[in-house]
């Protein structure tokens, strides 16, 4: 988790530095996403985990003396196994109730986050106009905040022309309440130029310069505040969605897009229309793609083939014009459908996940022998990219339609259980599946017996 966390930051570093935020907004963040991370988390952590401790057992001999005293590999991992079950439906109800939630919040959250404007930094030689109707530029900055030569452009006026403020110094400061900054002027000048009476500018109005010692003007820093989205906006995504959710999001998709079917039949029905000029003339005899529009227009009588010629340009017309408005709305229907039918299988692919790799990391932990953090962490993050890769390219495939939703996302089960099958098949035999001595001493009596075949 504290991996995968750090990838989550490293992703949105750029929307969470210089913005302002304090400590806890951050630290919500990195709960919110914690949850979202224990789909990939949860499993890698019980092969991990699985792995290290029958790798333990096996490398101080504990897994000899429990198979002398008659107990069988399959009977020793009975314990775990009701721990690996409890687990399952513990993921299953996570999956279900808490993840739905988790994911809404994270989700608004870091919407909030970055749409939130950045914070307001001032930096020497730039024009800086982070705050609405303003903008300013200083020369040098001092360690302490101090500023020195300062310009204020003021754009608030109606009449269009700005107010200048140029002083020698100047410091930040907030007020108590947060909501102002208040900018503290030392010696300087204001400047404000006159409109004429249709708003433009004109060099004969009044022109007004004011000297000061020290002036404060406010700025508004309410556009600066994180403002919390209502997370029910977000509601209706499918990744915040239980089971029941999902289905009835399912049903009315599925509805909405026959609705768009009939309605697009409808409307491709209603540009054809079949006229008859003369008596008998209904039908057309079926003739070769090459000859199809002399022969067309050679069975239609002589006074109706301009207006047949004219319904026909219309009807493309009609077709055209509504075509381009059926087709997309048509196919993002259907990806969504598509995804809803994932996340709905995806919520027993977790529980799933953990009593697949339970029973790859254990037997596989029997059989190399080797505890700690070296080879076990190797063989279980080997074995885990197998298992995501598979179901990210499967799902992958599902999403853009050449998959079905259902194999997709239960393909790496499937295609993984016959390896857990052979694992715990091997670890009950003793098997030195991983052992390079015994390869050696395999080679090396192949190496002999030719040897001995080639002599005689």
């Known amino acids: 988790m504290f991996i995968l966390l750090m990838f989550f930051l490293f992703k949105w570093i750029d929307d969470l530095i210089g913005k302002g935020f304090e400590w806890y907004t951050i630290l919500e963040l990195m709960a919110y996403a914690s949850a979202a991370n224990v789909s990939m988390a949860l499993p890698l952590s019980v092969l991990l985990s699985s792995i290290m401790t029958f790798g333990t057992l096996g490398e101080n001999y504990e897994l000899v003396a429990i198979k002398?005293?008659?107990?069988?590999?399959?009977?020793?991992?009975?314990?775990?196994?009701?721990?690996?079950?409890?687990?399952?439906?513990?993921?299953?109800?996570?999956?279900n109730y808490m993840l739905p939630k988790a994911n809404l919040k994270f989700n608004s959250l870091l919407y909030d986050i970055r749409n939130k404007k950045l914070a307001f930094l001032i930096k020497p030689g730039v024009f800086n106009n982070s705050i609405p109707e303003y903008s300013i530029r200083v020369d040098s900055k001092d360690n302490d905040g101090m500023l020195h030569g300062i310009m204020i452009y003021d754009r608030k006026n109606s009449n269009g022309i700005p107010k200048i403020i140029i002083a020698k110094e100047g410091k930040m400061e907030k007020t108590d309440d947060g909501e102002f900054l208040v900018l503290q002027l030392k010696n300087g000048v204001q400047y404000e130029e006159g409109s004429s009476n249709s708003g433009t500018y004109n060099p004969r109005q009044t022109f007004s310069r004011r000297r000061f010692k020290a002036t404060a003007p406010r700025f508004d820093l309410s556009s600066f505040k994180l403002n919390r989205t209502d997370e029910n906006a977000f509601g209706n995504s499918t990744p915040m969605l239980n089971l029941k959710g999902i289905e009835r999001k399912g049903d009315?998709?599925?509805?909405?897009?026959?609705?768009?079917?009939?309605?697009?039949?409808?409307?491709?029905?209603?540009?054809?229309?079949?006229?008859?000029?003369?008596?008998?003339?209904?039908?057309?005899?079926?003739i070769q793609p090459k000859k199809i529009h002399d022969v067309i227009l050679r069975d239609i009588p002589n006074g109706s083939r301009k207006t047949s010629l004219e319904n026909a340009a219309n009807t493309v017309a009609g077709i055209m014009q509504h075509l381009p408005n059926w087709v997309p709305r048509d196919k993002d229907v259907k990806g969504e459908i598509i995804f809803t039918r994932i996340e709905y299988q995806r919520k027993f692919t977790l529980a799933a996940s953990c009593i697949l790799l339970f029973?790859?990391?254990?037997?596989?932990?029997?059989?190399?022998?080797?505890?700690?953090?070296?080879?076990?962490?190797?063989?279980?993050?080997?074995?885990?990219?197998?298992?995501?890769?598979?179901?990210?390219?499967?799902?992958?495939?599902?999403?853009?339609?050449?998959?079905?939703?259902?194999?997709?996302?239960?393909?790496?089960?499937?295609?993984?259980?016959?390896?857990?099958?052979?694992?715990?098949?091997?670890?009950?035999?003793?098997?030195?599946?991983f052992d390079i001595n015994a390869y050696k001493l395999f080679f090396n009596k192949l190496f002999k017996k030719k040897e001995k075949a080639v002599g005689s």
């Open 359 to 433: 029973f790859i990391g254990a037997p596989l932990g029997a059989i190399i022998r080797k505890g700690g953090m070296g080879l076990p962490v190797v063989m279980a993050i080997s074995f885990f990219l197998v298992y995501h890769i598979i179901t990210t390219v499967a799902e992958k495939s599902a999403r853009e339609g050449n998959l079905n939703p259902i194999f997709a996302m239960w393909i790496a089960v499937i295609v993984l259980s016959p390896l857990a099958v052979f694992l715990t098949y091997k670890a009950t035999v003793d098997s030195a599946l």
């Open 252 to 286: 009315s998709l599925r509805r909405q897009l026959d609705t768009i079917q009939r309605n697009t039949m409808l409307n491709l029905k209603s540009n054809f229309r079949q006229y008859n000029a003369v008596a008998g003339y209904s039908k057309v005899k079926k």
């Open 68 to 95: 002398s005293a008659g107990i069988s590999l399959q009977r020793a991992m009975r314990p775990l196994f009701v721990v690996i079950i409890m687990l399952t439906i513990g993921s299953f109800l996570f999956s």
